[in-house]
Each structure stands twice: as C-alpha cells, then as structure tokens.
C-alpha cells in the first residue's frame, strides 16, 4: 500500500525567505511523486511531478523537488517565498501501475507568509 | 481549452438524503475522477471513470456511485447521506494514453454539508 506523509500542518516563513515543505512516501512499487497547490475556494493545480530521470524536478512559480530513493523522500522547496505562496499545499504519490487518476494525497500542509 | 467545471459550488442536504454531484470534464479528456477533501485534510480518491466505466475504486461504501456520459461529463450520486459526507468534493479530469499518468486537471470543487 502506497503512502505520504507531510511533516507540519502548517509553516510560516518571511516573504522572501527559503521555503521547505517536507514530504516522506512509502511505496512498495517505483512511485510517481507530485506537489499540488490549492489556493482558498479552488481545486487543485499541479505543481510538479517526479516521474522517471532527473530526480531534481523544476515546477511553476520557481518551485522545485528533489526524489531520493534511500530516503523516501520528495521535498518541496523555494529559495525566496513571496506573498502570492500562500496556500496550502499537498504532496501525492501513485504507483507507475495505475493512471494519473488514483492519487494517493497527504494531509497538506498550510503555508504562510509573512511581509 | 475550457476547464474543469463542477456544479453546483455549494449544497446543503440533511441527513438520509441524496445528492448528485456533476463535473464537465475538460475538453479532449476521456477520463474522470472524484475526489472527497473533507475540511483540514487532503483529497481521498472515491473512483475513477474511463470511457464511461469505473476503473478503480477507493475505500468508500457502494452508496458512493458515479456515471460517466459519451461527452465524458461525469456524475457522483452519494444516497443515503450521513453528517461524515459532507466535504469539498473534487473532479478531475485527464486525457489516458498508453503512457499512463496524464496531468490532472481539478474543478473548484463542490462543497457539500449534511446537516
């Protein structure tokens, strides 16, 4: 069974300081790794995927994750967080089996940022 | 390229009841899925429709059930509703390939409370 765990339901940082928002899987298969963001009353938007390759993975609005295998993990970071970052964010991981439907989230974690 | 687009934005229903949830898919996609989110968590996969038959499934009762039409809009139609059921309830929608894992595109959701 497939996974994700975000550690901290919520995160405050300065405008135009490093965000980090930490994510952790567990897949018994090769996964595929994604960040969301939802902006209030709005579905979701992808942010980014890991796939197969390069495991540093560059997304929209300068985000960008790295997958390591040997720590099951799929961080989300941006080196300078600006006021329009606030939003809560997910981490989600499915397996190379299924379609890109079957999404396994976490719990999110709420980011916010600070003038 | 129209979007994802649910309806409607916001429902009130009372325990016992039935509700039907609608999605129009995005233009070219052959494929839906439904997500619940219910208030500070992340989305949890209800089931997933391809060209109009259910194509897996999530940990949610038969009182969970979906249709899918020729023009791949989509219906989620929860009977006998229970206070638990209230929840933001997402579609997204996807063009399937042989490659597998097309980007997601989610509606704003449908909010439903159970009162």
């Known amino acids: 069974a497939q996974s994700v765990t975000q550690l901290g339901s919520h995160v405050s940082v300065s405008e135009g300081a490093l965000v980090l928002l930490r994510c952790n899987y567990s897949?018994?298969?090769?996964?595929?790794l994604f960040w969301y963001v939802q902006y209030p009353n709005q579905g979701l938007q992808l942010l980014l995927k890991?796939?197969?390759?390069?495991?540093l993975v560059k997304g929209i609005n300068g985000f960008e994750a790295e997958f390591k295998k040997s720590e099951t993990s799929f961080h989300l970071t941006k080196p300078s967080a600006h006021m329009s970052d606030a939003a809560e964010y997910f981490c989600?991981?499915?397996?190379?089996?299924?379609?890109?439907?079957?999404?396994?989230f976490g719990q999110g974690t709420e980011l916010s940022v600070k003038p | 390229e129209t979007g994802v687009t649910q309806s409607p934005t916001h429902l009130i229903k009372t325990r016992g009841q039935q509700v039907t949830l609608r999605c129009s898919s995005q233009?070219?996609?052959?494929?839906v899925s439904w997500y619940q989110q219910a208030l500070g968590q992340g989305p949890q996969f209800i089931f997933q429709?391809?060209?109009?038959?259910?194509?897996g499934r999530g940990n949610f009762p038969p009182r969970f059930s979906g249709l899918q039409f020729p023009n791949y809009s989509s219906e989620l139609n929860v009977n006998a509703l229970e206070l638990d059921d209230s929840a933001l309830y997402l579609c997204?929608?996807?063009?399937?390939?042989?490659?597998?894992?097309?980007?997601?595109?989610f509606g704003s959701g449908t909010q439903l409370s159970v009162l």
């Open positions: 233009s070219g996609h052959n494929t």
């Open positions: 897949s018994s298969v090769p996964p595929y």
């Open positions: 890991y796939t197969t390759g390069a495991t």
């Open positions: 989600a991981v499915s397996d190379r089996l299924n379609q890109g439907g079957k999404l396994i």
């Open positions: 429709y391809y060209r109009e038959e259910e194509n």
């Open positions: 997204a929608s996807s063009r399937e390939s042989r490659g597998g894992n097309e980007k997601l595109f």
